[in-house]
């Protein structure tokens, strides 16, 4: 459409920042080689990093698996 811009290649190399504004799909795994920043809560599946929970039988055991 007309509103739309199309890069078939390879590969594309980007050098220097690059700021999105909207939703960015990926289809494919994503390789980062430094720290990525969420200034919000990120999810996992169903698990939420800022408010899954896990349980222990008791104080210095092994915890469970994250718990949504």
């Not at 960015?24 to 996992?44: C, E, M, N, P």
């Amino acid at each position: 459409t007309e509103d739309t811009v199309d890069v078939v290649a390879p590969t594309v190399n980007i050098t220097g920042n690059v700021n999105i504004t909207g939703d960015v799909t990926i289809s494919g795994k994503l390789v980062v080689q430094g720290i990525i920043k969420s200034f919000t809560d990120v999810i996992a599946k169903v698990i939420s990093l800022f408010g899954h929970t896990h349980t222990s039988s008791a104080p210095g055991n092994p915890t469970s698996a994250p718990l949504p």
